[in-house]
């Protein structure tokens, strides 16, 4: 199984919703990372877990709140979000270089 | 912050030629990679080239690295319609996570 999987692959959310983003994977990767990314933009790094723990935070808004209840699982928590958070949530996991990332979660903040 | 700049941004050519793009990094490096994006979903690896490493060969991809200058490019070869995609290099500087490039959007003409 060499697959990282996203759930949803559409959100629609108000500023006032509470939603959680999800991924998952089975390849007995270590690090697991969050990425962000606008439209005709590259990904952008938001957080990185490392064996279970939050190893680096790229100075993401307090809204956004990452989660890693075990080595398979990461999960992207949302509260009150702006509709400039609206993009792509890209998850991604590795076991040294590259990088394994999922199909994302295309989010708009309404 | 982003590593890396590619051009060109986009590339429009015809299916059987070959397509060349271009990466310029700041800063020194462990390995520079090449993704490929479809249609704004998940990325997926391509090569890896190490910093010791100079031209690297996979299929119809060619990735040179040039250490001194700080760049690297991208052949693909006898490209194909199924080549059109977005195109990013990144870079990993040892700590967690990559730094993409703006990336170069390729277009093939059948």
């Known amino acids: 199984d060499t697959e990282v999987t996203q759930t949803p692959k559409h959100l629609v959310m108000g500023m006032t919703n509470k939603k959680s983003l999800k991924c998952e994977q089975h390849m007995g990767h270590r690090a697991m990372y969050w990425y962000k990314q606008k439209a005709k933009k590259p990904p952008e790094l938001m957080f990185v877990y490392s064996y279970e723990k939050l190893s680096i935070n790229e100075s993401v808004p307090s809204r956004f709140s990452p989660e890693c209840p075990n080595s398979s699982l990461l999960n992207l928590h949302l509260h009150a979000l702006q509709p400039e958070d609206s993009a792509l949530y890209l998850c991604?996991?590795?076991?040294?270089?590259?990088?394994?990332f999922g199909q994302g979660t295309r989010l708009t903040v309404v | 912050s982003q590593q890396g700049e590619e051009d060109p941004q986009a590339l429009s050519i015809q299916e059987g030629e070959n397509a060349t793009m271009n990466c310029s990094y700041k800063?020194?490096?462990?390995?520079l990679q090449w993704y490929r994006q479809n249609s704004g979903r998940g990325l997926v690896h391509l090569i890896l080239?190490?910093?010791?490493?100079r031209e690297k060969h996979s299929g119809r991809l060619r990735v040179t690295l040039d250490t001194s200058k700080k760049s690297s490019s991208l052949l693909i070869t006898a490209s194909r319609a199924a080549d059109t995609a977005s195109y990013f290099c990144?870079?990993?500087?040892?700590?967690?996570?990559?730094?993409f490039g703006k990336g170069t959007h390729l277009i093939i003409q059948p």
């Open positions: 800063t020194s490096i462990n390995n």
């Open positions: 990144a870079t990993d500087i040892g700590a967690d996570g990559l730094t």
């Open positions: 080239i190490r910093s010791n490493e």
């Open positions: 991604a996991s590795s076991l040294n270089t590259e990088a394994f």
